[in-house]
């Protein structure tokens, strides 16, 4: 069982939480969380005599930054406190970031009484797992290609599991998120590439004629959908790469906060917006880079 983080129970590294005798969980620790600093989750950590009870309580006893604060809830890691990531998100946004000094601290009590608490609406699942791959680098939740399926088997996409059962020699499309290029200096030229969906994942083989057809797609893309043919030998199964696509701009339909906005600079007359510059700041990055060797 693999437990996410949480600002009552993560230590700085991964770590080991009892279920039941002889039986274990791995609690996600906050280095998993990308922005987090050390020192901020040491003071966290120092400070966990008593379990949190909300955002604000974070703040005042471990006084660490309010972007840390900000970084923890968009990372959904105050779920212990019943609080989910949009509701966390909701609470830390309206949190003042003040010097350590007593005439800043008495204006920070809690002396304007209790706030109406807001109704907000719940996140979608899917958009929840864009924003843990963004905050954490993977999620616990789902895994995105389980959202992307229907298109892809309407269309005559395989899943990657599938690939046991399909004879040697036979055509197949398939399609993943990129997690690895290769390109050996002794492989002449050929380069390999793994593919994950939420089935499994496929090894491509991409020969050079392939590889200089399809370069801009095979050395940017973190999602490609690839026309290939089966090839097996005993229990090692690759698809052999014939054309590629960069079908990245899936992801963007994956979550309502990555669509584009209407907001123009205020010269918009006098020096137009390009057009596609209207992007969410998280577009630069969806889904983790992969890991490429050469």
Known sequence: EIRAPDVNYSDWDNLLEPID????????????????????????????????????????????????????????????????????????????????????????????????????????????????????????????????????????????SDLRTIKSGARVRVAGIVLIRQRPGTAKGVCFITLEDESGIANLVVWPDVMARYRKTIMSARVIEVHGTVQKDEDVIHVVAARLIDATPRLLALSDDLLETEVDRADHVVNPVPPGLHRHPRNVQIIPKSRDFH
């Open 21 to 160: 005798p002889g039986r274990w969980a791995v609690r996600l620790g906050f280095r998993q969380i990308g922005g987090i600093a050390q020192d901020d989750a040491a003071a966290i950590m120092a400070e966990r005599d008593r379990p949190y009870t909300d955002v604000e309580d974070l703040k005042t006893r471990t006084r660490i930054p309010v972007g840390a604060i900000q970084k923890l809830a968009a990372a959904d890691a105050f779920r212990s406190m019943n609080l989910d990531r949009r509701q966390a998100l909701w609470d830390s946004r309206a949190l003042k970031q003040a010097p350590d000094l007593p005439l800043f601290t008495f204006a920070e009590e809690r002396d304007e009484g209790t706030e109406t608490p807001v109704a907000l609406p719940s996140m979608p699942l899917c958009e929840h797992v864009v924003a843990d791959y963004q905050t954490i680098r993977l999620s616990l939740k789902a895994h995105p290609f389980e959202f992307l399926r229907g298109e892809y088997r309407e269309s005559g996409f395989r899943q990657n």
